[in-house]
């Protein structure tokens, strides 16, 4: 397939790229012509591997670790990031933690609770703030996508807090949308279920879950992470010029509640 | 952009962004049926290929507020194309006054306008892309579907209306591969807007209210547009995508 360069000759940060959707998003962007900043906390490992696809694509690319949860390792990710490129264009703050381990809302723990809202609504609502900031002082502003999620639609009876702190990713963008208008626009990409290598492993994945969703889904079908990347990238395009504090699902329907 | 040689395509409404949204398709290479009642502007768009990699596009002027006229044009515009893959609904007229002074036959103007023609148009696009198994369908709806504009209340009563419509196509068109979806501008500078802005002091209170700092053009609707016909929106349906320059948020 012949991908629009959407990117040519931009900067576009992705956040949590060393794995599943993020990985993707920093690949497909690099297939668009953009040099990629692919920040990672933990996966080292894959961070390298996806720096090596942006690489395999003629693209630069620049690895940066930080722990979202707190706001000086996120200073100093947007300044690391601002010292190697000299301007970032496109930041997708995708970071998230889902409580995956967390089966029921029976096992919720406060500590999962504040890790959850720590790292999903302070660390995004900080990197919005962050990189948004310094977009402000650019010539020509910049783009910021929030990853978001059709849980907002319907909740999450095994975790709420998962639910809640995607809710929280849509206040946090409206208002810095409105704070940053016009030259820095902020939105919100909400995927569905995505059959990532994580997703896949799950035990409640493997014992039915999936087959259910799938059911739920109108399109009748769960898309593996590559396939929503171009997406999740349009609303940091040119295309996507007008559209700010807006959200976007990409869910094959599954949002439509009675459906 | 992508290549939509070989797409086959009709836009309802050859206004202002129904007219640029053929003009981006066609340049992307697909063929375009334009239905619209006025010939004129029918006629200003048609074209014939005129280079390598670029669409023609031929007018079906049709009166969009007749069930059978819809059903018709649908048909003799699919036939022409050779089958149909593209279905844009950029049709719409407003009649600004309040509700208490709003007689029957505004309020039947506007509903078949607006809501009429997206069900009868749509139905009959859906038919053959259902039958086909593959189709992209794009309403173009509006902020005035969730704002509560004073003086609107036909126009946002049938965007409000053709959003719904939307989403049931969507859910029930889901397992043929077809996607509906709606784009949402928010005040648009085109004919339908161009009297009312000419009133003393109106273009600076609209444009007060748009964090982007300006009104729309029928330029921002093109790219959402055209992204919710393209390949990597796929698994988008059933959606209303806001291109307001942040008009909803105030």
């Known amino acids: ?259 | 952009m992508w290549n939509y040689s070989g797409t086959r395509a009709i836009v309802a409404g050859a206004g202002g962004i129904g007219g640029a949204v053929t003009e981006a398709l066609a340049n992307a290479g697909a063929d375009v049926a334009v239905l619209d009642i006025d010939a004129d502007a029918v006629a200003k768009l048609s074209r014939v290929r005129t280079a390598e990699g670029l669409g023609d596009v031929f007018g079906v002027p049709a009166d969009l507020t007749s069930a059978d006229a819809c059903r018709d044009a649908v048909g003799r515009a699919a036939e022409r194309l050779g089958g149909l893959d593209v279905f844009v609904h950029a049709v719409g007229a407003n009649d600004r006054r309040p509700v208490l002074e709003t007689p029957d036959e505004v309020w039947e103007r506007i509903v078949a306008i607006n809501l009429s023609s997206a069900f009868w148009l749509g139905r009959a696009a859906g038919a053959r892309m259902v039958a086909g198994g593959y189709g992209r369908i794009v309403y173009l709806s509006s902020v005035s579907g969730l704002l509560a504009h004073k003086d609107h209340a036909p126009y946002a009563a049938t965007k409000g209306g053709v959003n719904q419509l939307m989403r049931v196509m969507a859910r029930e068109w889901a397992p043929h591969g077809v996607t509906v979806n709606a784009v949402a501008p928010g005040y648009t500078e085109t004919d339908l807007t161009r009297a009312y802005l000419a009133r003393p002091g109106m273009r600076a209170s609209m444009e007060a209210l748009v964090p982007a700092g300006r009104l729309g053009r029928p330029a921002d609707l093109v790219g959402p547009a055209l992204f919710l016909t393209s390949p990597e929106a796929g698994f988008v349906t059933g959606q209303v995508l806001y291109a307001d320059g942040g008009r909803t948020l105030v």
Not at chain 1, 22 to 47: F, K, L, M
């Open chain 1, 1 to 259: 397939m012949t991908f629009p360069q959407r990117f040519t000759g931009s900067t576009v940060l992705v956040t949590g790229a060393g794995t599943g959707f993020g990985a993707e998003i920093a690949v497909r962007a690099a297939q668009e012509g953009a040099d990629v900043a692919v920040h990672y906390r933990s996966s080292r490992a894959g961070a390298e591997a996806t720096a090596e696809r942006v690489k395999a694509l003629g693209r630069k690319a620049f690895v940066v670790q930080a722990d979202i949860s707190e706001h000086d390792q996120i200073k100093r990710l947007a300044d690391e990031v601002w010292n190697h490129f000299g301007r970032l264009d496109v930041a997708v703050n995708n970071v998230g933690d889902v409580a995956r381990e967390q089966m029921s809302w029976r096992d919720i723990t406060e500590e999962s609770i504040d890790h959850v809202l720590a790292v999903d609504i302070k660390g995004t609502l900080l990197c919005t703030h962050e990189f948004g900031a310094r977009m402000l002082e650019q010539e020509g502003g910049g783009a910021i996508v929030n990853i978001g999620s059709t849980v907002v639609a319907r909740g999450s009876a095994r975790a709420p807090q998962y639910a809640a702190a995607k809710y929280g990713i849509i206040g946090l963008t409206k208002s810095y949308a409105q704070a940053f208008a016009p030259a820095v626009r902020v939105n919100v990409f909400a995927p569905g279920f995505i059959e990532t290598e994580a997703t896949l492993g799950r035990t409640d994945w493997k014992n039915g879950r999936g087959d259910k969703l799938r059911e739920l889904t109108p399109m009748g079908r769960i898309p593996g992470p590559a396939e929503l990347a171009g997406a999740a990238l349009f609303l940091a395009t040119e295309d996507a010029h007008h559209i700010t504090g807006g959200f976007l699902i990409a869910d094959g329907g599954y949002n439509m509640i009675g459906a």
